[in-house]
């Protein structure tokens, strides 16, 4: 490389006495200029090429956009709400009793709970037995006690295994007194767990929860305890079955039925809906991946505007 100091002052001699010496010498002076500043950004360039992490190499052609994608980790809802329907119309299909579908549905709750677990959800309430659903068959309904009897005493080692916390919402007083033994035996036992909460909804209607709930804060108000205009959103949901736990992101359907049902209508204001025509007893890990696939794609703005998504 040709500097100042060395070449341009041994040829300074040379030029000096020549017709065009001072335009020679400016020229020379200019293009040793541009060398000098061409091979210090050359220097530059390498230092930062050789600092750079080589962690940034694979993904060097990909557009930020792209970069920003992957980078991204899922968008998972923490509460997940589900309207377990279609027992009796799946064991209608199979040629079977209605009841074998509800006894086929339980094998759909053990892989939706275990499949929650795994992905870190933080709450999954499963909608058993609604209010209105006392208007069955009393075959029918006691059939359903007693699975759900067994289940609460066959599941209380898988409870236990998964740190499972336990709760129970809906009203106590239909409630056999054998079920409600074994329903208080089992949140007894989880009671000090502090893994994802299960929580089943039996015997639930959400209008009968939010008369309740007003029917505590007017006894409040009577006694001189509460004054009237203390009442807010928060008291009330403070005052539902649901007042220690988070709201429902998600909100499941199966068997294609496009209602609620009276199915914490308070507490689903803001939940994103995902209805699929996949009945109750086929519904697996497969079928939960996708709602929560398709709960990702969604932009919750909770009534404005750019609101940051969901937990990751």
């Not at 509800?102 to 094998?107: D, E, F, M, N, P």
């Not at 989880?190 to 893994?195: F, M, P, Q, R």
């Not at 496009?258 to 209805?275: D, G, H, K, P, T």
């Amino acid at each position: 490389m040709i500097t100042p100091k060395s070449d341009v002052c041994k040829l300074f001699p040379i030029l000096w006495f020549g017709k065009t010496a001072w335009l020679k010498l400016t020229v020379w002076l200019k293009l040793t200029e541009q060398w000098m500043l061409l091979d210090m950004s050359m220097v530059s360039t390498h230092t930062s090429l050789e600092d750079a992490p080589a962690t940034l190499a694979p993904n060097s052609q990909l557009p930020d956009s792209q970069l920003a994608i992957e980078s991204a980790a899922p968008v998972r809802p923490r509460h997940i709400a589900v309207i377990m329907d279609g027992n009796g119309r799946w064991a209608q299909r199979q040629g079977l009793e209605r009841l074998e579908g509800h006894r086929r549905g339980v094998q759909s709750v053990r892989c939706v709970v275990e499949e929650c677990v795994r992905l870190g959800i933080e709450q999954l309430t499963l909608y058993c037995l609604s209010s209105e659903n006392w208007k069955r068959p009393k075959s029918e309904l006691d059939f359903l006690m007693a699975l759900l009897k067994e289940f609460l005493i066959a599941e209380r080692p898988e409870i236990i295994r998964q740190n499972l916390q336990f709760s129970v919402i809906g009203r106590r007083t239909e409630l056999p007194e054998d079920v409600l033994i074994e329903i208080d035996t089992t949140a007894r036992i989880a009671e000090s767990h502090t893994g994802m909460r299960l929580c089943l909804a039996i015997n639930y209607g959400s209008r009968a929860e939010i008369v309740d709930a007003v029917r505590w804060i007017a006894h409040d108000v009577a006694s001189g305890r509460l004054s009237p205009e203390a009442i807010d959103e928060d008291l009330i949901s403070a005052r539902l079955n649901t007042r220690e736990m988070p709201e429902p992101d998600l909100v499941i359907r199966t068997a294609g039925e496009m209602r609620l049902s009276n199915f914490l209508l308070w507490q689903i204001s803001y939940a994103e809906l995902f209805v699929t025509t996949t009945l109750w007893p086929e519904f697996r890990e497969p079928e939960l991946q996708a709602a929560l696939e398709a709960f990702s794609r969604r932009q919750r703005r909770f009534g404005g505007l750019n609101q940051p998504e969901c937990h990751r």
